[in-house]
């Protein structure tokens, strides 16, 4: 198993995600947009997009991994995955709060709080959740960090989806956690506010026991890249233990909080976008049969012979 897999953050639009990646990368430093697939023919009755359209744009913020995918205007963002932006200074964060909120609706004022002297969330014109925090600990850099909350019906289940979650991973661990009090806003014990590592990377989580009336769903998903089978296997039996069965399809699964995972071989997306287009088309016409994705069927597909 390779030490560090690739976890990407898949943001699902309708049809603006090649727009949204050019606006995202032209707020931040460090960031640029990279690969870009297209449909084809194959599957347009399960996909239903045209023909040429885009399917992926692959970019970076502050040198962070992002897949942005137009599925169409089956999901929708909501507040329980966005991004949290750690700003080293005032200006940043004023910056980046009136860019994003244009268009957009504020979900926590821009204001002082006993967290930050300057925080706000919003979600942006597409919809996309943002935490935007002055840290208190001078930094030269911006960092982005996807921030989880737990509610409805997986409030108080953050330590739980933490712990599981960095049993599966290399180079994991919790790094801080805070939990509510006995005279706080959510029941005693929640998560307030933790930070983990996952392959290295970091991330964050919070309870809440609030009616927020929204939960995790496909918008917002995280992406494995495998180099093996058996990674492939790791993940996605490990990830799909205890979730919801019928949402296993053409590599993507909800674990047992809700959460969307796509387990995703690494050739995959040279697969489908590389110069052999007929063999690109063979490859998505495979995949769309599958659940858990076969490395050797793809490669099989792609070649144009029978998978033993």
């Not at 997009?49 to 169409?72: Q, W």
């Not at 983990?196 to 769903?217: I, K």
């Amino acid at each position: 198993m390779t030490n560090h897999p690739p976890i990407i953050s898949c943001l699902w639009f309708d049809h603006e995600g090649e727009e949204a990646a050019a606006f995202y990368t032209s707020l931040l430093p460090g960031s640029a947009t990279g690969t870009v697939t297209r449909y084809g023919k194959a599957g347009q009755e399960v996909h239903g997009r045209p023909e040429g359209s885009v399917m992926t744009v692959e970019f970076s913020l502050s040198g962070r991994s992002f897949l942005a995918l137009n599925g169409g205007p089956h999901f929708r963002f909501t507040p329980a995955a966005s991004l949290f932006v750690h700003c080293g200074s005032e200006a940043d964060v004023d910056r980046l709060w009136h860019r994003l909120v244009e268009g957009g609706n504020v979900l926590m004022p821009l204001d002082r709080y006993d967290w930050s002297d300057r925080y706000g969330w919003l979600s942006d014109r597409y919809g996309l959740s943002w935490q935007i925090m002055l840290d208190r600990a001078p930094r030269a850099n911006i960092e982005i960090t996807p921030s989880l909350l737990f509610t409805g019906d997986v409030a108080g289940k953050a330590e739980e989806a933490m712990r599981t979650y960095t049993s599966l991973f290399p180079a994991a661990a919790i790094a801080d956690l805070h939990r509510y009090g006995p005279d706080e806003n959510d029941r005693e014990g929640n998560v307030k506010y933790a930070r983990f590592a996952l392959a290295g990377q970091s991330f964050s989580a919070m309870d809440s026991s609030m009616p927020h009336g929204f939960a995790f769903n496909e918008a917002f998903s995280f992406q494995v890249l495998c180099d093996s089978q058996y990674e492939v296997d790791h993940y996605w039996e490990g990830l799909g233990a205890g979730g919801d069965a019928t949402a296993q399809q053409c590599g993507w699964l909800k674990d047992r909080f809700g959460l969307s995972w796509q387990i995703v071989p690494a050739v995959l997306p040279k697969l489908l976008s590389g110069p052999d287009r007929e063999g690109a088309e063979r490859v998505m016409d495979a995949l769309l049969k599958m659940k858990k994705f076969d490395i050797a069927a793809l490669e099989a597909a792609h070649a144009g012979r029978a998978s033993s």
